[in-house]
């Protein structure tokens, strides 16, 4: 069987442990994950998980890979500016994007066409492809801005998955509350997963 190819984005907004957690059970899977960390991302995951992330692009990688117990083959750290990584060309970019969790700056970039740097053109690319695209806002309250750019995307064909865990399954931990959103990411991915039972299952 064809090993997945997925690209992940963590973009700046509050809930790098989604972005994280995600990365975790992609790689469990045994996806091959290209991940871009836009620059504001890095500042919030220093400042809400435990990890001492490197500075350097090249240090982050290799941390990750060691973090992950995984190669080069299964998770590659891209450049923002990286305007020859398979993301960035119709011809050759992963089927599926996520970006999670997705800034309100971010999603407004790319329901405008920017473009500006990797995420954004990758998300270009998903959509001019018509490939799937999930976006995990992690916002509150949304503006009209906020909701105008989320519906314009949803009309392109992307999807809106917010970070809004249901408690109907009583979860014990903050833990289990990630959990639910990066569950509901992966059966998005079609990628199978035992975080969560789904509805009416035991």
Not at 96 to 118: F, K
Not at 180 to 201: K, S
Request: aromatic letters at 6%.
């Amino acid at each position: 069987m064809k090993q997945r190819t997925i690209t992940l984005a963590i973009t700046g907004a509050s809930g790098a442990q989604y972005g994280l957690r995600l990365l975790e059970c992609l790689l469990a899977a045994e996806c091959k994950v290209y991940l871009l960390i836009s620059s504001a991302a890095q500042v919030v995951i220093r400042t809400e998980t435990d990890l001492d992330l490197p500075e350097e692009a090249e240090d982050q990688e290799a941390f990750l890979q060691r973090l992950f117990n995984v190669d080069e083959e299964q998770l590659q750290l891209l450049a923002k500016d990286d305007w020859f990584a398979p993301p960035a060309s119709g011809s050759s970019s992963p089927s599926s994007m996520v970006i999670c969790p997705a800034s309100g700056g971010t999603i407004s970039a790319i329901a405008h066409g920017a473009s500006n740097n990797l995420i954004e053109r990758a998300a270009d690319v998903a959509l001019k492809e018509r490939r799937q695209l999930i976006l995990v806002p992690r916002e509150t309250p949304y503006s009209q801005i906020h909701l105008e750019n989320m519906l314009k995307l949803t009309q392109m064909g992307a999807m809106i998955l917010p970070a809004s865990p249901g408690f109907y399954m009583q979860p014990q931990n903050i833990n289990e509350l990630i959990d639910f959103i990066v569950a509901r990411i992966l059966d998005q991915l079609g990628i199978e997963q035992d975080l969560m039972p789904r509805w009416g299952e035991s």
